[in-house]
């Protein structure tokens, strides 16, 4: 388990001033929406270096200051930033906000490498400062009774786990999330890293000892699968869009992940099962199987929350108005990285790899 810090103390902050970094997709879907709907907080600055995609997020925050570069949006009068640039780009973005005294939600991955995300912690918390890692599908029902099942004691020590995040013919066509110099990883890094977080949260994050993985480009640079959200440059693919990896803690258990963006597979989806000595629970579906005079599967059920990005919003405004933590703590972030670059680490050097510890 990872320890959490001690609580910062409440800040002078009334209606929070929000700038974001980066208004593509998820900041245009998700960040914007949740803002505005939050009555504490305002969207009062916005930044991205594709004038298309500021003009269009401009639309939805018409009051907002607009900037090219983000050094010139943090000078802005501003309390916290909502970080959706590109992976590459969170860790000088959210590095620079830090030092600029703002507090940060920054887009997973929190940083592109277990070292990026350290370094912006100890900034953090040395100037009491929030930052989260938009983990949404934490806050989600389900994944809040699949907790509270292992809370209770239902599945018992885990001895193994799956983490699954699998897509047929969904890779992205971004360059942000394709090309390595901007995206840093593929299927693993963009989707993984949910599942990973996921059954990592669900195990509380116990501390990993060794990987062995192997990652490849199968589909995305030839012509066999369409994608579902278009056509992707293939000869400026440069991630994986496949990778798979066995985690090995040292308390002994072992979790295994599998990632795809394209395939034939007949299994899609985001997920994680937890095989226990007391249950074997499966995530988002709530189901908890258990072996005993016979053999009995239980719905958890799933309390209605509202959408997963705007509640992940409402954690971090709350956290960074009345004083708590990080709801979703960084070293919780460094911890899954430095798992997946000792995947990405493995993959290349045909070799089971030891995977740094973290704070
Ligand atoms: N939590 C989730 O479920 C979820 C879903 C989708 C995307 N994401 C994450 O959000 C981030 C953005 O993904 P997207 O799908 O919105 O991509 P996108 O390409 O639509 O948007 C990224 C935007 O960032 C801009 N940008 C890049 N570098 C910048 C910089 N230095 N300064 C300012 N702007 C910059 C780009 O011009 C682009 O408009 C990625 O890190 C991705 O992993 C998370």
Redesign the pocket.
Known sequence: MISSRASRPAGPVSALRVGV???????RR?HIPAWNALPGARVTAL????AA?LEAAGRAVPGAARFAD?RALLDADLDAVSI????A??FP?ALAALHAGKHVLC???LGISAAEIVSLGEVADARGLVLMA?H?LRFAGPARAARACVLAGKVGRVYHARARALRRDRA?T?P??IERDLAGGGAIL?LGV?ALDMALWLMDFPRAARVSGSVGVNFARGGRIAGHWGEWDRSRFSVEDFGTGLVHFENGSTLMLECAWLGHHGEEGLGCELFGEAGNLRWPSGELFSQGASFTRESLGAPGVEEP?AAAVRAFHRAVTEGGESPVPWREAAASLAILEALYASAREGREMRVESTP
């Open positions: 970094v980066g208004t593509g997709f998820v900041a998700a930044c991205d270096i594709d995609a983000y959706c640039a590109s992976n780009a969170h973005v887009e997973k991955p938009q949404q992205p971004l942000g999330l963009d949910h990005h």
